[in-house]
């Protein structure tokens, strides 16, 4: 997602203990995070929701698969993964690298 995404989600989530990451932040306290896809590598969490994550969103080009590489290895202990359409076939090639993870298609 992009930057644009995020803050759009990060204002209809309203999620009490939320912050949307920004470029100037250099410390994070704890609570949710909401922040586009390319900022988090680098990152771990005890949690991720990865959000739309469908074969329009993420397609089979070589920058997508690494994308989504990053995305699924960023969570310590539970990846939920979301997705308007049909779920990218990049999720099938990264799923030796993910913790255990909760799939939803909302068609």
Not at 28 to 42: F, H, I, L, Q
Not at 49 to 56: K, V
Request: hydrophobic share 40%.
């Amino acid at each position: 997602n992009t930057k644009k995404e995020a803050e759009q989600l990060y204002r209809k989530a309203r999620l009490s203990d939320s912050i949307l990451l920004e470029e100037t932040m250099t410390a994070y306290s704890g609570g949710t995070v909401v922040m586009a896809a390319r900022e988090c590598k680098g990152m771990e969490f005890d949690g991720v929701i990865l959000c739309d994550a469908s074969s329009e969103n993420y397609p089979e080009e070589e920058w997508y698969v690494h994308m989504m590489y990053v995305l699924v290895t960023r969570p310590l202990h539970k990846l939920l993964i979301l997705a308007n359409k049909k779920m990218s076939p990049l999720l099938e090639e990264q799923e030796k690298s993910m913790v255990p993870i909760e799939k939803e298609a909302c068609i």
